[in-house]
């Protein structure tokens, strides 16, 4: 039995049905995500350390990471994964810092000119996750970005592991960032905390990060109420348009990176050849048992497909319709079909251009749009970090060149005060 579904030549009128993203798992998330977000706005501290100590399985006293923990972070980790991180980092930098660019004014009539200016948000909250990995990668997506963009209040909340500390690693990478303000707090109430403020969490202006179904339905419900976040968020996914001059094995191992994510992850094959899908299959049969997390990847492909099309023209529009996080093209001249993503958060060309590149680095970011909202959502950038301020200035004679237009359409509007607004000033003169 394949561990895989494979779908021969789709009606277009099938593919949102083939295309579903696997339900969400826990039902009615909202009421008892509300009832934790309200208890932390109401109890502060003392509400977080109740749900730390009956979500986490760990008291604490205090949040903060102690000196020692700081101090001692560097020497607990091998040298290999510290240069790794460090090799991350800059490629990470180099890439978001090329983002960075000043706006020139723009003179729209003769003594009218109008300029923006990018500001730093601040303060800014950053969760990342722990669980069952703790993604310290995800610190430098968000660090770097947010450094870059000029943010100098930086909170940072992560789930305590089962002693209590933080993983030495984020550690590490919030050291390497310059970033102080570390939290021992993980799940809904890390949102609440951050999007409320406690007598030891900051409220911040907008948080970053990825996280659970609670994390997630947290995030939406403190965005309704005026704190801003990254964008909607759910399981990872990918897509991999392939054909028979890719390497069934790597696009195989492609799937299983994603699958390795959550057992809610979704991963999709779109391609043209008979005898690749079914090469990729018996490679996913052969890598799949070995895997360290072969449950949560098993759960996974459940939920995955690989879909047989007829021509490019077919295969990219399916792809343009599921809308993936993570949308790899593996075939021949890949770059001749860059011009027909519409849709995706992130792309990667070539048979040496795997998804795990991206997530740690060849520098782009790999916090993305998920569950279609590619469609309408970018990754996060400099930009994520910044509001733009437009700015103008206008001399009398360039009010007076719009001032019949500003009286006409304010009047039409009903609005005499506005057209009182300019008129005034030519009545003193």
């Not at 909202?30 to 986490?56: F, H, I, M, N």
């Not at 300029?115 to 968000?142: C, H, Q």
């Amino acid at each position: 039995m394949s561990l895989i579904k494979l779908i021969e030549n789709p009606e277009r009128g099938e593919w949102d049905e083939w295309l579903a993203r696997p339900a969400m798992t826990a039902a009615n998330l909202e009421e008892p995500v509300r009832k934790l977000l309200q208890s932390v706005r109401l109890g502060g501290d003392a509400a977080v350390r109740a749900c730390t100590r009956e979500y986490d399985k760990v008291l604490l006293e205090d949040f903060s990471v102690s000196k020692e923990d700081w101090e001692s972070a560097a020497g607990r980790l091998d040298e290999n994964l510290k240069q790794a991180i460090r090799q991350a980092r800059e490629h990470i930098e180099k890439f978001h810092r090329g983002q960075i660019s000043e706006e020139p004014g723009v003179e729209t009539g003769p003594g009218i000119r109008c300029w923006r200016k990018a500001v730093a948000i601040d303060p800014v909250g950053l969760y990342i996750p722990g669980g069952t990995a703790p993604l310290f990668s995800t610190l430098l997506m968000l660090g770097i970005p947010a450094r870059l963009a000029g943010c100098t209040e930086i909170v940072v909340c992560t789930p305590p592991l089962a002693d209590g500390s933080v993983h030495p690693a984020i550690l590490f990478c919030a050291s390497e960032l310059g970033i102080s303000r570390v939290f021992r707090i993980g799940g809904a109430q890390a949102i609440a905390a951050m999007a409320y403020g406690t007598e030891t969490v900051p409220k911040v202006n907008k948080i970053f990060g990825p996280g659970n179904q609670y994390v997630t339905e947290a995030k939406k419900i403190v965005q309704q109420e005026g704190t801003a976040i990254d964008m909607p968020a759910g399981p990872s996914e990918l897509a991999i348009f392939a054909d028979d001059t890719a390497d069934p094995a790597c696009i195989a191992a492609d799937l299983l990176s994603q699958c390795e994510h959550g057992s809610d992850s979704q991963v999709i094959l779109v391609t043209e050849s008979r005898a690749l899908a079914g090469s990729v299959a018996r490679s996913l049969a052969i890598q799949w048992p070995t895997l360290p997390r072969k449950d949560v990847a098993g759960k996974s492909l459940a939920n995955s497909r690989i879909f047989l099309v007829n021509g490019i023209p077919e295969a990219m529009d399916l792809l343009n319709a599921y809308a993936p996080e993570h949308l790899i093209l593996n075939c021949a001249q890949a770059g001749r079909l860059t011009g027909l993503v519409k849709n995706a958060g992130s792309v990667f060309l070539g048979n040496f251009s795997p998804e795990s590149a991206g997530d740690y680095a060849s520098g782009t970011n790999h916090t993305l749009p998920t569950n279609g909202f590619a469609r309408s959502y970018s990754g996060v950038s400099v930009d994520s970090f910044v509001k733009k301020i437009s700015f103008q200035e206008l001399t009398p004679n360039g009010l007076r060149l719009i001032q019949e237009t500003i009286v006409n359409m304010a009047r039409a509007e009903g609005l005499e005060a506005h057209a009182r607004a300019v008129d005034i000033r030519f009545k003193k003169s």
